[in-house]
C-alpha cells in the first residue's frame, strides 16, 4: 500500500479566488494528509486579493502563487479532482474521483464578503474530504 498522501486539485474558472481558496484551506486544514494543488480554465493574471486577505487572517499566505491553466496532466495526476462549479468542461477527463462543489465567484468581492465563502469552503474540506 503506498503511502503517499492523495492528491486533490480544485478547479474554477479563473483560478484567482475559490481553487486557491480550496487548496489553501486544505494545505492549512490536513497538513500532511493531502496534497493540494489548484488550477483554472481560464486563469486570471493574479489571485484575488480579497481571497487572499481572508486567507492573510489565518496565518496562511497565497500572495504569491499565480494562477494557471488546469491541464489534462493534472486531471491524470489528481486522486480527487473538486469542481468549486459544477459543469465545468474540462479538458479531459479525470482519472480520480469528481466532487462538484457549488460556490459563488468572488471576483468583485471585498475580504468581508468573502469570509463566509472562505468558512463554508472550510465546512466542506471538513465534511467531504477530512472525514475520509
Not at 503517499?4 to 487548496?23: E, M
Amino acid at each position: 500500500m503506498s503511502t503517499t498522501a492523495p492528491t486533490v486539485l480544485f478547479i474554477c474558472q479563473h483560478n484567482a479566488g475559490r481553487s486557491q481558496l480550496g487548496a489553501a484551506l486544505l494545505e492549512e486544514l490536513a497538513g500532511d494528509r493531502f496534497t493540494a494543488t489548484s488550477a483554472g480554465l481560464s486563469p486570471a493574471s493574479e489571485v484575488n486579493d480579497a481571497v487572499a486577505a481572508s486567507l492573510a487572517e489565518l496565518g496562511v499566505d497565497i500572495s504569491a502563487r499565480v494562477p494557471r491553466a488546469v491541464a489534462s496532466a493534472d486531471l491524470d495526476e489528481a486522486d480527487i479532482v473538486v469542481l468549486m462549479k459544477p459543469g465545468l468542461a474540462l479538458p479531459s477527463a479525470p482519472r480520480g474521483e469528481v466532487l462538484e462543489w457549488s460556490f459563488p465567484n468572488p471576483e468583485a468581492w471585498d475580504v468581508d464578503a468573502v469570509r463566509p465563502l472562505r468558512e463554508a469552503v472550510a465546512q466542506r474540506i471538513h465534511a467531504e474530504l477530512l472525514s475520509r
